[in-house]
């Protein structure tokens, strides 16, 4: 042979080999946590047809396969009881990628607009409550973060950016507030290492998280987040395509979502959507059931407090939680701010989800986490006598007068109402009101007053009207 050729041939051999570099998926890395007592999907690329090892350190496995010849590459693999640190090495001949200290345990999804993305530091000039003495307690290797960076974009992507982090004060003052809150809620009544992957973005709307297939389903929906100037995160399945579908092979155990906002104007198509959107997530995440608890949108004047299109809204929401399997609402009628739609309270949010997944996904007996809600009314004399569910041991104001209720006659006109509470029931009356027929409470964009009506359980009715005009 041509030594110059031999010589040509050793380089480009080397190269070839030095170039030859296993990498795993994105939203795999250090520092992660794998869903407990299941089987994960471990997945990355390679050369074509390059064999490849992968140990997972907790039970010792060893599990064999080849690249597809466009150098993909997916095997499955079971995990044990909660633990860690472990190790995942992913071998080839000489060559080997380790991914280390890696737990075992619960892996959550929360996703939704603004008031999910809201970091525990705020936003410009909105504040969170009390976030410097949650920042000093939130150093915890057991909770682990993964963000994914905002993506919108035409075609499903394979790949998207972000890192597994331990919750330290720096980490966690740059991570959902809501999604923390819940988290570490869980993971301190679980005492199991938990992981929380936040793919969220500000403003968007909720057929952006929607995939193309199922976004064909709501023709109205569509046409009009497919306009030219829609915005990048109204953008039917744009979302899904650059946030959701990057991260579907991982395994999560569920989701909690809070969005809504944009969606209010067209209100009676949202009960619809987000079932499609849970449904579409059974099937990508390989759940047979997906546990899903979300949030009911916080008041804001949005214009005009005392309009009742966020009363209309809370209505298709409470449609949703009943129409969709395992999933649950929490109320914050009680957190608004008029004039910022981003509230400052997040840790109570965030422990208003957990009391859900404790209760109903991890089998926690004895927390009360179902919001009252209205069951019936009756006219007696010249007053309206409501009833509720969910009440725990009774109803109570926490000591202020009760506002936000209305009640209306024959002429269909609501003026405001007295409250007073007695035996576990609602008294409602009106010097205006010779004869009610019907009542509302909290059925507008921003309630006035805030006394607000709770169980003593300490969670707040709902908005509800008992009228149907």
Known sequence: MNTKIFFISIFLFSAIFLNAKIKVASVLGDNMVLQRNTEVKLWGTADPNQKLTIITSWNK???????????????????????????????????????????????????????????????????????????AEANNCQLRLFTVKRLSIKTPQDTCVGNWEMATAQTVGKFSAVGYHFASRLQKALKVPVGVINSSWGGSRIEAWINAEN?????ESLKSTTQEKTAPNHRASYLYNGMIHPI??????????????????????YAGLMKTMVEEWKSDFELKELPFYFVQIAPYWYNNSKDILSGKFYDEQYKASLNIPRAGMVATVDFGEELCIHPAEKKAVGQRLSYWALSETYGVNGIAYKNPVYKAVVVKDSSLVVSFDNLVNGLTSFGKEITNFEIAGEDQKFYSATAKIKSKQVILTATEVKKPIAARYCYINYPVGKGFLYNTAGLPILPFRTDKW
């Open 61 to 135: 496995a060893k599990i064999s396969t080849v690249a597809s010849e466009s150098g993909q590459w997916l095997v499955k693999a079971k995990t044990t009881d909660a633990g860690g640190p472990f190790i995942i090495s992913i071998v080839s001949g000489k060559e080997k990628v380790q991914l280390q200290n890696i737990l075992l345990g619960e892996v959550w999804l929360c996703s939704g607009q603004s008031n999910m993305e809201m970091p525990m530091l705020g936003f410009n000039d909105q504040p969170i409550n009390s976030s410097n003495e949650v920042l």
């Open 215 to 219: 976004m064909q389903k709501f023709p």
């Open 248 to 269: 579907k092979n991982y395994s999560i155990k569920g989701a909690i979502w809070y969005q809504g906002e944009s969606n209010r104007a067209e209100y009676q198509y």
